[in-house]
């Protein structure tokens, strides 16, 4: 039983192979590897971030995983050495071009190039805003509204019945990128149902622990009372807890620290006590995406929208969750 299995899927694995190569249907963009090996260009943001860093370590496991020869750039944060990236993958004819973009806006010019070279696109992670047509195949990743939504309906419920104000500051990810402005929104809606919540403060700390260590400390300084600081990734929760700590108090208890991601270091926080609630947002993409891959490649069909399920932790659960986790 097993053994007819395993060949019937070889069989539809080479026919497949075949009529990618032969039938003038799939895409022709691509050269392909040697050996006819699908070339995947991939085009990353950068390393903000314990999150990017498992991401990045996800696709390229991945690919080699699947047999896919993967030409990786890395844009350190940079829309326009993503756009060079991209652009020196059409260039040399991958089969399929995969990138998170930076920021939302910007792209048409560079995908309409895509396009017309015939080059699939898979947006990982992250969407964009255009107005030109069927410019990338599908889009795989979070749903960050959702995940907005859960930490601020944590925070919501936390204050239920309690009396009086209370000053939530906003970490804001990279200004324009799809996560910040999705995750702000989600956020804004989970916290409507309680009046008393106010954002005091919002600002951006690029999705890095640097930048949410800096912006905590001038915001620690300048607003007399802060009780809830809403991360929009654990690195900058994590830099805000520095800044907790550095000017005398204490992170989960005087100030309580929301944030999304569930990386090792922010669920280590977590079970510490020092971060209250994690919405998960899972960065292992790898394998599903070269799922993806493969069949555009081929020329198949796939779903315009792929959505990754993310869980959300508080202090047990995080304790509970910590040593089976694999970022
Ligand atoms: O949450 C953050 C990273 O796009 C989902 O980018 C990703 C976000 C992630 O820098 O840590
Ligand atoms: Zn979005």
Redesign the pocket.
């Known amino acids: 039983m097993k053994r007819t299995f395993a060949a019937v899927i070889g069989i539809a694995a080479v026919t497949a192979a075949v009529a990618a190569c032969g039938s003038g249907k799939a895409p022709e963009g691509g050269g392909g590897g040697a050996g006819g090996a699908t070339t995947l260009g991939f085009a990353q943001?950068g390393a903000?971030?314990?999150?990017?860093t498992a991401?990045t370590q996800s696709i390229k496991t991945a690919a080699q995983a699947a047999g896919i020869d993967l030409k990786f750039a890395d844009a350190n944060g940079e829309q326009e050495k993503q756009i060079s990236a991209i652009r020196s993958f059409i260039q040399q004819g991958v089969d399929v071009i995969a990138f998170?973009p930076v920021v939302r806006t910007g792209w048409d010019a560079v995908l309409l190039e895509a396009k017309n070279s015939k080059i699939p696109v898979i947006l990982t992670?992250?969407a964009i805003d255009t107005q030109e047509k069927d410019v990338y195949k599908t889009f795989i990743?979070?749903d960050?509204v959702e995940e907005g939504k859960r930490a601020g309906t944590w925070v919501a419920d936390q204050y239920a019945g309690a009396p009086g104000q209370v000053n939530i500051v906003q970490l804001e990810?990279?200004t324009g990128?799809?996560?910040a402005i999705d995750r702000d929104t989600g956020f804004k809606q989970g916290i409507s149902s309680n009046p008393n919540l106010r954002i005091v403060a919002s600002q951006t700390g690029d999705?890095t622990r640097s930048g949410g260590k800096q912006v905590m400390e001038a915001l620690l300084k300048s607003t007399p009372k802060i009780d809830v600081v809403f991360a929009?990734?654990?690195?900058m929760g994590l830099g805000a807890m520095e800044a907790i700590e550095a000017a005398g108090k204490v992170p989960g208890k005087d100030i309580k620290i929301v944030a999304?991601?569930a990386?090792h270091d922010g669920m280590q926080a977590l079970a510490d006590g020092k971060f209250n609630y994690i919405v998960e947002?899972n960065?292992l993409l790898g394998p599903k995406l070269m799922d993806l891959v493969k069949q555009v490649a081929a020329g198949e069909q796939v779903p315009a929208r792929v959505v990754v399920p993310d869980e959300a932790f508080d202090q047990q659960q995080a304790i509970k969750a910590l040593p089976g986790r694999q970022y």
């Open positions: 943001v903000e971030s314990g999150w990017r991401n998170s992670d992250r990743g979070a960050f990810g990279t990128a799809d996560p999705f929009q990734n654990d690195d999304v991601d990386t947002c960065p």
